[in-house]
């Protein structure tokens, strides 16, 4: 019930802008890590729209998480400048030591990974946030040191 509640608030500020749907759900799930299906109707009614209109853009974006994610988000940086300095190898490494993909959670629920593109911290590639903590050059090595502090 207080999801719903905080759903209701967050779409309720922003319906007024111009196509609204979609910057409803990236708050939503910023605020509360992912778009639940029950978030789907109430979303609908503020904006007016039908729940299969709102679950139509969820399940097309790539960008919008479903399920609840894990006590630790770890989101590792694709774009240009950080692909220019190892980003890939930097995702490879981590698929392989969590044994999980691009937006999929680890099956004991510590870590989530995501793909992210551009933090803002070009000139310190490859760029990952841990929490929402931002660090930069960050090699496999520090990867794991930083994942370590989470998931001993
Ligand atoms: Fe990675 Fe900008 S390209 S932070």
Do not use: K, M, W
């Given at each position: 019930?207080?999801?719903?509640?905080?759903?209701?608030?967050?779409?309720?500020?922003?319906?007024?802008?111009?196509?609204?749907?979609?910057?409803?759900?990236?708050?939503?799930?910023?605020?509360?890590?992912?778009?639940?299906?029950?978030?789907?109707?109430?979303?609908?009614?503020?904006?007016?729209?039908?729940?299969?209109?709102?679950?139509?853009?969820?399940?097309?974006?790539r960008d919008f998480r479903r399920e609840r994610g894990g006590r630790t988000t770890l989101r590792i940086c694709r774009a240009e400048?950080?692909?220019?300095?190892?980003?890939?190898?930097?995702?490879?490494?981590?698929?392989?030591?969590?044994?999980?993909?691009?937006?999929?959670?680890?099956?004991?629920?510590?870590?989530?990974?995501?793909?992210?593109?551009?933090?803002?911290?070009?000139?310190?590639?490859?760029?990952?946030?841990?929490?929402?903590?931002?660090?930069?050059?960050?090699?496999?090595?520090?990867?794991?040191?930083?994942?370590?502090?989470?998931?001993?």
């Amino acid at each position: 019930a207080l999801r719903v509640g905080r759903v209701r608030e967050i779409a309720t500020a922003r319906r007024g802008l111009r196509g609204p749907l979609i910057p409803i759900l990236h708050a939503i799930q910023e605020d509360l890590g992912h778009i639940d299906q029950a978030d789907v109707p109430v979303i609908a009614d503020v904006l007016n729209l039908s729940a299969a209109e709102v679950h139509g853009v969820v399940t097309f974006y790539r960008d919008f998480r479903r399920e609840r994610g894990g006590r630790t988000t770890l989101r590792i940086c694709r774009a240009e400048a950080c692909q220019a300095v190892g980003a890939e190898a930097l995702g490879a490494h981590a698929r392989r030591r969590l044994g999980v993909d691009f937006g999929e959670t680890t099956s004991d629920g510590a870590v989530t990974l995501d793909e992210v593109f551009c933090l803002g911290n070009c000139a310190l590639g490859p760029a990952v946030q841990v929490d929402g903590r931002l660090h930069g050059r960050v090699s496999p090595a520090r990867l794991d040191a930083l994942l370590g502090e989470v998931v001993p």
